[in-house]
């Protein structure tokens, strides 16, 4: 199955490590030490960021930003695992 994250992207259900919310993300030191470790691998969807995605592909974690809050994006990830 395929999850909707913003604009024009879409992940595999699948490949998705986690469902964050990015603004209380923001305020945590050890959070801003990781998002430095992978911001190259990070993709902005929309400057209104609300929730950070993160998906393993290929052997390697990347993120994407979202301006959809984390809430709706996990929620149609639980509606994708239970329509199995």
Do not use: P
Not at 5 to 31: P, T, W
């Amino acid at each position: 199955m395929y999850l909707h994250i913003g604009k024009d992207i879409i992940v595999k259900s699948e490949d998705v490590i986690a469902i964050l919310n990015y603004e209380k993300l923001k305020q945590n030191n050890i959070f801003k030490q990781f998002y430095e470790n992978i911001k190259k691998d990070i993709e902005i969807i929309n400057e209104n960021k609300k929730t950070l995605v993160l998906i393993e592909k290929n052997g390697k974690i990347k993120g994407y930003i979202s301006n959809i809050s984390s809430t709706t994006i996990a929620n149609r990830k639980t509606k994708l695992i239970y329509k199995k």
